[in-house]
């Protein structure tokens, strides 16, 4: 369960413990979430993640993975500015391979811990445009994931779960509030100062989504 | 270029030079070794990566990730003894996700560096059976990439390529010779002391390809 902290993959957890409790997943009661601490701008988002996890008592484990060795993001390369929301095309906050190497770390976690599958609360409707976000990435990580891994050789590859992927974010707020996701905890500016910038494309999103679903952000 | 430090991927890196002088690539001059600090046992290739990419001048990156956070291999978990040669399966020095993450990484660093190609040293013939060594593993990454990158979406993919991915060890061994590779700089040993160990998969395969190629080992 790949866990940033934001909106989205918080419900995504509720979404997968919610599936879990059900009787859902054959490994039963295991459930880890896997944070990236990825040298991005908004590094305060890992100890929202931590209070996600916790709020669940859900195991978390933080991954630290450099990105700025190489930058190519105004989130991870101090010299590009976050714009304000807005603009067309794939904007400057898009991290290179970004979910491409999550996922891949994330697979290679399930397999090693032996765990059936690996959510991912990436959605395409209202987000900010990046390529690794749509369902067609998605579907071929999966192939390729089960190429690579040992399990996937052997029969039963690990499962990818974006349950989200074609959901609006409005949508993705009204679940949030049935399910009691802990939506005061989580956090999803890209500018990363303590209280949201509400001017960057995430916070944007973030607020015409609740205006939307007609709820008020807790984390506002 | 990934760069291990082992005779395959020097011979790779030798092999991607030779593309680069007869003018094969678009970016002309720049090419650029990258290595992974996954936290292997042994360790020590690194050295000899810096040593291999020093010795052709090339630019060296080491990125550091770590694997042994979840293990699952011998080469990642001190608690695994690794293997004399032989055995049938997938061994297990096999790391899960490995080439998927290293892989990843790399068309990440491709793109923020805006470098047209990606070479990698698998070989699927003399190997020790490892799922994410095979050809079909590779063409599957190549679409999932093109899919992740923004760069694949603007229809310019990076590319991948694998020159010695049907070749046997021999004939990687004869190509080195060829090519002037400094084998003498290169490490195989998958228990990472000072000297090859001649008893692990790594080692023995190695050996059995000297020997076939009717050629010396500069390394022992």
Request: hydrophobic share 40%.
């Amino acid at each position: 369960m790949i866990l940033s902290g934001g909106l989205d993959s918080s419900v995504c957890l509720a979404l997968a413990l919610a599936h879990r409790d059900n009787g859902g997943d054959s490994d039963g009661e295991r459930t880890l979430a896997v944070t990236f601490d990825y040298g991005q701008r908004h590094k305060v988002e890992v100890g929202h993640a931590a209070a996600v996890a916790a709020h669940y008592g859900t195991e978390h484990l933080v991954v630290p993975i450099d990105l700025r060795g190489w930058g190519g993001s105004a989130l991870t390369d101090a010299s590009i500015a976050v714009p304000s929301a807005g603009g067309n095309g794939i904007p400057v906050t898009y991290v290179p391979a970004r979910n491409l190497i999550f996922l891949s770390i994330a697979v290679g976690i399930a397999e090693a811990r032996q765990l059936d599958a690996v959510y991912i609360g990436i959605n395409a409707l209202d987000y900010s445009g990046y390529p690794d976000c749509r369902p067609e990435f998605l579907a071929s990580f999966a192939d390729t994931a089960r190429l690579a891994l040992k399990r996937g050789v052997e029969g039963h590859p690990v499962e990818l779960r974006a349950p989200l992927v074609d959901k609006s974010k409005a949508d993705i707020v009204r679940l949030a509030a049935q399910l009691g996701a802990p939506v005061h905890l989580t956090y999803s500016c890209y500018r990363g100062g303590d209280a949201p910038c509400n001017d960057c494309d995430s916070c944007r999103i973030r607020a015409e989504a609740f205006l939307d679903a007609g709820l008020r952000d807790p984390a506002q």
